[in-house]
């Protein structure tokens, strides 16, 4: 803990990069440094409508392609 003090800012660096930081305290897993990241915004429904069209043919299936799957 004490050697984590004294090295916060490089430890904070490495965390940022992706290290995996467990700080000790009398030799024992303590705490585990993380980055902070900004809290994800709420999705909003239909926010791509009118942006994705499928093909008029999406819902048909070929005959081999179902015969495969049933194994003839």
């Known amino acids: ?9 490089k430890l ?14 009398a030799g024992k897993p303590y705490l585990d440094l ?3 990241k900004a809290e994800r915004k709420e ?12 093909a008029p043919d999406f819902e048909v299936t ?3 392609i179902i015969d495969g799957f049933e194994g003839r």
Do not use: D, F, N, Y
């Open 1 to 9: 803990m004490r050697e984590a003090k004294s090295q916060l800012s």
């Open 12 to 25: 904070g660096e490495m965390a940022w990069s992706g290290e995996k930081i467990v700080i000790a305290k």
């Open 34 to 36: 993380i980055p902070h």
């Open 43 to 54: 999705r909003t429904p239909g926010r791509l409508k009118g942006q994705i069209t499928m």
């Open 62 to 64: 070929p005959q081999e």
